[in-house]
């Protein structure tokens, strides 16, 4: 699993930040390994370098093999905040499209990815 990071101009932390979110992708992500090809994850600074409530995003877009992208957005005070937001959303967001690809019984659903 490929994950990439994107940062605006008013986000500061650069490769040290990058490392971090990386490490903690794969390892919270780490049961969809062999599903997910690649995790892209975009921070943002809403409000341009003012302070603010809830001015920092993260819009986390996972894309499962064979399958449509995932995306999912977080919002917090700061960065942190707004990455662990949007991973606890993204992990919920997996488990229900992984669990669409099978029935309750443990089957082989009839939806399938050529739909």
Do not use: Y
């Not at 101009?9 to 992708?25: P, R, Y």
């Not at 995790?39 to 003012?50: I, R, Y």
């Amino acid at each position: 699993m490929q994950v990439q990071v994107h940062t605006d101009d008013n986000i500061q932390g650069g490769e040290s930040l990058a490392q971090w979110i990386t490490e903690e992708t794969s390892a919270k992500l780490s049961r969809f390994r062999d599903h997910v090809t690649r995790v892209e994850v975009f921070l943002t600074d809403v409000d341009a370098g003012k302070s603010g409530a809830n001015d920092k995003r993260c819009r986390m877009e996972a894309r499962p093999a064979g399958r449509q992208p995932v995306t999912v957005t977080g919002e917090g005070n700061k960065v942190a905040d707004a990455f662990t937001g949007a991973i606890d959303k993204l992990m919920r967001a997996l488990d229900t499209d992984m669990g669409r690809l099978k029935d309750k019984n443990g089957r082989d659903t009839i939806r399938t990815a050529e739909e």
